[in-house]
């Protein structure tokens, strides 16, 4: 297979081949398949999993996702939400939604159309090529936890010792602030009724799943660990000292496990040495470069890192300290339904639950979870019977942001052009090409999600060859584009940098869990001889007293002085 070539577009921001007026078409001027029958037809459900990994590698995935992307959606005036599939009804110019056929399974319960509100077109002060916005902060800075806006992060603060405010319960439990707006599409009055809210974070998508509120927690814990600590250190630092210095320990933590443990999993380590990207030992990070241009790149945003949703099972185990005891609950069951963190042991039970359970395979198939239950809604007997389908609404995504064809960056990644459908033969499997040969009628037509994703991996690698060429890029785009980076000299002083070098997500789990006393060190990787159970005290942790400032004296003289007052 032929080397990913990611040298012609290093220091380039993607975007320069993609964004038009209006939503993809099809080379011959038509409308493309539907996006649903390219979800029936070529993502179909298929279990198949992967034990070399563990479902947290997928959870760490959308955390650091919310933290560097977040596409804006359009709104009403009045900042309602826009309905697009109610009959009877002027269609809104931002609606794009996904039309079923009649031959969906869909179908015959008289679903015909499936809700999409297009992206929010990004201001300019002139005409041409419509492009989106990304309302999160491109850079791995923790903005996740904090929110990017001085208003919303204050609203998190309790403006005292640099402390993130949290609640706890009846329990002792300490959790996340609440959020009380019943309008927020996760607050639910039958357990308000029993005091239970959902919580108040950085990112309006916390509480998606069980698994992202987990792990919205346990760093929001791991600040305020920070803190304290710092404050012993420091007494006489003020609130704002404290607070912005434990951001930006936060901030290099979060960026030292997406490179030591996240990226060598999804490109590979040999990929990540031969391009710098994994971190230095002993020294600074010194590649800093001012021309490059670190923001997100439309397709990654909306298409390619969106290859995480294949690794998620549609059932999901709850293991607590009696790992022989698991519970499993289907996905859809933990959608929008963060409330079980109020138990005593779901914290725990969550987290050991996704270190010890396998991703599915990275491929083009998917649990019928996501491509039928997505977001059900208990009390709408429609949506128990018929959700959302999370792949046809990527494939959607992409068009409405007008992204060019999968054909097109796979030639920018340096592997070839193709013109045929025969010249995908050796790049993907024989099955995925001739369910793609069915659906789409010409070679360039082929959806970037699609493409990529019925890619065959490259050699202990995740992922095929182009996606993995748009991550490498984005990614090397964020570490040399970033003059803040955490090895960057002048950040941190050289022994704080080597206490960073510590941090493992291990040791965050440990640190800020309720009870768990043994973990795997690796825990995105799968139990196995070299990744073993250990004590959580044997897991290194860094060192906060580099952090402690030693306070100059000065030199008071001791000789008394005659004061005349003069009147």
Not at 91 to 108: G, I, T
Not at 375 to 394: Q, W, Y
Not at 473 to 496: A, C, H, I, S
Request: charged share 20%.
């Amino acid at each position: 297979m032929q080397m990913v070539n990611v040298e012609i577009h290093q220091l380039q921001n993607c975007n320069n081949i993609s964004g038009i007026n209006r939503p993809r078409m099809s080379k011959r001027g038509s409308q493309l398949p539907s996006a649903r029958m390219v979800s029936l037809e070529i993502h179909r459900p298929y279990y198949r999993s992967d034990s070399k990994f563990s479902v947290m590698l997928a959870i760490w995935g959308q955390f650091l996702d919310h933290d560097i992307t977040a596409t804006a959606l359009n709104k009403k005036l009045n900042g309602s939400s826009i309905s697009c599939c109610q009959e009877n009804l002027i269609r809104s110019p931002e609606c794009f939604p996904v039309f079923l056929e009649q031959s969906d399974p869909f179908a015959q319960f008289n679903v015909t159309c499936m809700e999409f509100v297009r992206a929010a077109a990004s201001p300019k002060c002139c005409l041409g090529p419509r492009e989106q916005m990304n309302q999160a902060t491109a850079f791995i800075d923790g903005s996740v936890i904090y929110g990017v806006d001085e208003s919303l992060v204050n609203s998190l603060r309790t403006m005292s010792r640099g402390l993130l405010k949290m609640i706890v319960t009846k329990n002792n439990k300490t959790l996340l602030p609440l959020s009380e707006d019943m309008n927020d599409g996760c607050n639910r009055e039958e357990e308000k009724r029993k005091g239970k809210y959902c919580f108040a974070t950085g990112d309006s998508r916390a509480n998606e799943n069980l698994h992202l509120t987990s792990m919205h927690l346990i760093w929001a814990r791991q600040h305020n660990l920070l803190a304290n600590t710092l404050f012993e250190l420091n007494p006489h630092w003020s609130d704002e000292v404290i607070f912005q210095e434990t951001r930006k320990i936060i901030g290099a933590q979060m960026q030292h496990i997406t490179y030591n443990e996240f990226l060598p999993i999804i490109i590979g380590r040999e990929l990540m040495k031969r391009h710098h990207l994994l971190p230095i030992v002993n020294n600074n990070f010194s590649i800093y470069n001012e021309s490059v241009d670190p923001s997100i790149a439309n397709e990654f945003a909306s298409s390619v890192f969106r290859f995480a949703h294949t690794l998620i099972p549609g059932i999901v185990k709850l293991l607590r300290n009696d790992t022989s005891s698991p519970e499993f609950i289907q996905m859809r069951k933990m959608l929008f339904d963060p409330f079980n963190l109020y138990d005593e042991g779901q914290l725990d039970g969550t987290l050991k639950g996704a270190i010890n359970s396998s991703i599915e395979s990275s491929d083009q198939y998917f649990s019928d979870e996501l491509k039928s239950h997505l977001f059900e809604r208990k009390n709408d007997p429609l949506s128990v019977i018929c959700g959302l389908d999370l792949v046809s609404l990527n494939i959607q995504r992409g068009r409405d942001h007008g992204l060019a064809g999968y054909t097109s960056w796979k030639e920018f990644c340096g592997l070839g052009k193709s013109t045929s459908f025969n010249d995908l033969t050796f790049i993907m499997d024989p099955s995925s090409l001739n369910n793609i040969r069915a659906v789409y009628r010409d070679v360039e037509d082929i959806d970037l999600y699609t493409g990529g994703l019925s890619e065959k991996p490259l050699k202990e690698n995740l992922l095929g060859p182009t996606f993995t060429c748009l991550i490498l890029d984005q990614f090397k785009r964020l570490k040399f584009g970033d003059r803040f980076w955490y090895e960057n000299p002048k950040v941190f002083t050289l022994t704080q940098l080597n206490e960073i070098r510590k941090t493992s997500l291990a040791g965050i789990i440990c640190s800020n869990s309720d009870n768990i006393g043994t973990i795997q060190p690796l825990v995105m990787e799968s139990w196995k001889d070299q990744n073993r159970d250990v004590s959580c005290l044997k897991i290194p942790s860094p060192n906060l007293s580099m952090w402690k400032e030693s306070l100059e004296h000065m030199n008071i003289p001791t000789n008394k002085f005659n004061v005349k007052v003069i009147t």
